[in-house]
């Protein structure tokens, strides 16, 4: 395998970061994952535009234009011989002194890392037996803390969520944000579909804005499906007649337990199975080409 670092392709053994760094010093930094599928990545440029938003509200300053990314993201995809690849694209503020201070990472400037790799697929019988979720009491973080549109290299709120949900025997949890209203789970968003209406939580309660998720609303839309972003609490999935989960990853996954309770008929739903096939139909489809 070869990584970008800094303008390079360098062997993967090589690929080393150091121990001055302040993404691994102190979480300072951003990340992006995204996906190829059959030789073309899908939604490039909606995460590197995320990316560059994220860099932007830490105040870090890429030192490629979003042009160059994408053609080092298509680069390393290619000298990787990959078509179906899971792409991590990461941003630090770079090598500094000890001590937070920013400023000590000004001469050094950030450092751009490009892996791509074999995607690690989630096993197809989580797509159709469903997964089983705890609330996490964890609470999501204040947007006044922190921002989760940010896709920062800080994730510990998350990671805390995530062990518990591995201490229940769950797959995921569900966060919900300080006055009770579901956000998200630790690595995807969340929909509920009730009475014919598909429900989302809104960018407000505390969520990243998804891609996968913003393509699911547009893709429901299609459909002549209801949509509406509008707050709710766990309450509201127990009742729902289906629930999924949505991210680059995950694509769309139907989630059949909630705290214990059985959500519709405890079957991945029939609305889920239909957006997860329009779903892959168009990563099928389109996306930025890796090769003639
Ligand atoms: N929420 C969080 C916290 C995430 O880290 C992610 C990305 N894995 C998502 C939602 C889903 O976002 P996307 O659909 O853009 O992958």
């Not at 001055?20 to 059959?38: K, N, T």
């Not at 890429?62 to 993201?73: D, F």
């Not at 791509?116 to 609330?135: F, N, S």
């Not at 947007?143 to 949900?165: D, V």
């Amino acid at each position: 395998m070869v990584v970008y670092m800094n303008g390079q392709y360098v062997k993967s053994e090589e690929a080393k970061i150091s121990v001055w760094d302040h993404g691994f010093l102190y979480g300072d930094g951003v990340f992006e994952g995204i996906r190829a599928y059959g030789g073309k990545l899908f939604k490039l440029r909606d995460h590197l535009v995320r990316l560059y938003k994220s860099a932007k509200s830490l105040k870090i300053t890429i030192p490629v234009t979003l042009e160059e990314m994408e053609k080092a993201v298509v680069e390393t995809c290619r000298k990787n011989d990959l078509r179906d690849a899971y792409v991590r694209l990461v941003v630090s503020r770079g090598v500094g002194d000890l001590g937070i201070d920013p400023r000590k990472c000004k001469a050094a400037g950030p450092t751009v890392v490009i892996i791509a790799d074999k995607i690690a697929l989630y096993p197809r019988e989580t797509y159709e037996v469903g997964l089983k979720v705890v609330t996490a009491s964890t609470r999501k973080n204040i947007s006044a803390a922190f921002n989760a549109q940010i896709k920062s290299l800080n994730y510990l709120n998350n990671i805390l969520a995530k062990i518990e949900a591995i201490e229940a025997g769950a797959a995921e949890a569900l966060m919900v944000n300080r006055e009770g209203f579901v956000t998200e789970c630790t690595t995807e968003n969340i929909f509920i579909f009730t009475r014919g209406t598909l429900i989302t939580p809104p960018v407000y309660v505390g969520i990243l804005e998804g891609i996968t998720r913003n393509t699911i609303i547009e893709r429901a839309q299609r459909r002549g499906i209801a949509v509406r972003e509008e707050p709710f609490t766990p309450h509201d999935i127990y009742v729902a007649d289906e629930c999924f989960v949505t991210g680059t990853g995950a694509e769309v996954i139907p989630v059949v337990l909630l705290d214990g309770r059985t959500i519709g008929d405890g079957v991945p739903g029939k609305v889920t199975m239909a957006l997860l096939e329009d779903y892959r139909a168009l990563t099928a489809s389109e996306g930025t080409p890796l090769y003639e």
